[in-house]
């Protein structure tokens, strides 16, 4: 029994020993994105900095400072990171996909979130630390730091919602109904505002609290785009970008 044991450690171990690896970035694309020395393009896990101006689409505010930022980061350690892998090496455009960190334990999404100069993304199954990211961007947005200071990342109530709205918003509003179809879970605020929850996704809810969300305020985050039966839908993919108000 105890060798078994034993065995089963090491395994785990080394399975966690293969999640990590050591490289060199070669150059900094934005505040998100490296190119390392082997030449793959890596997009930090956990979060989004504001773009910067990309042929005929003007640059975002902070988008620099985000970029400037990162590239002080790396610099200091001479440009050598440590990688961490999640349960998705790659993202839909080939992306590789990690946890970067200074080679003496700083984690880089956790620093920009902390700095303001990005917010919390959450895509499951990539989830490994979305307690300490979100706990370092809720320290930002407390302190109106970086983009927690513009007008677009300030929260909006659905009443105030305009068709026209796009990108990312911080949303809040009483839920009007829970409601559930084959493929989603809806938590509709109204004729202008709805929030899909795919099923695939549900695994990282607790269904019982989104049955009780029906009255409740509540406050989402994420990127807004016209719907079909409402104005304006956002997707929830993690609980992390939900906060119950009442």
């Known amino acids: 029994m105890l060798a078994w044991l034993l065995a089963l450690l090491a395994t785990g171990c080394q399975a966690r020993e293969q999640q990590r690896f050591s490289t060199v970035v070669q150059r900094v694309i934005d505040g998100d994105t490296v190119v390392l020395r082997d030449g793959r393009h890596l997009r930090l896990i956990g979060m989004d900095t504001p773009e910067l101006p990309h042929e005929d689409q003007p640059g975002e505010p902070l988008a620099e400072a985000a970029r400037r930022s990162l590239e002080a980061l790396l610099r200091e350690h001479g440009y050598r990171v440590e990688g961490e892998y999640d349960r998705q090496r790659k993202d839909p455009h080939g992306r590789t996909l990690a946890h970067l960190f200074t080679p003496n334990g700083v984690n ?103 049955d009780r969300l029906q009255g409740r305020r509540v406050e989402v985050r994420g990127l807004v785009w016209p719907g079909r039966e409402t104005n304006l839908q956002m997707r929830l993919r993690h609980p992390a970008l939900m906060t119950i108000l009442d």
């Open 108 to 210: 880089l999404t956790e620093t920009l979130l902390r700095q303001g100069l990005a917010s919390l993304v959450v895509i499951p199954p990539n989830v490994r630390y979305v307690e300490r990211y979100a706990a370092a961007e809720r320290q930002a947005r407390k302190a109106r730091r970086g983009v927690w200071r513009l007008p677009r990342f300030q929260p909006v109530e659905v009443s105030e919602l305009l068709p026209t709205m796009r990108g990312f918003h911080v949303v809040r509003g009483q839920v009007r109904r829970v409601a559930r179809s084959r493929k989603s879970v809806w938590l509709n605020f109204g004729k202008r505002f709805s929030v899909r929850i795919d099923r695939r996704d549900l695994p990282w809810f607790d269904e019982r609290t989104l």
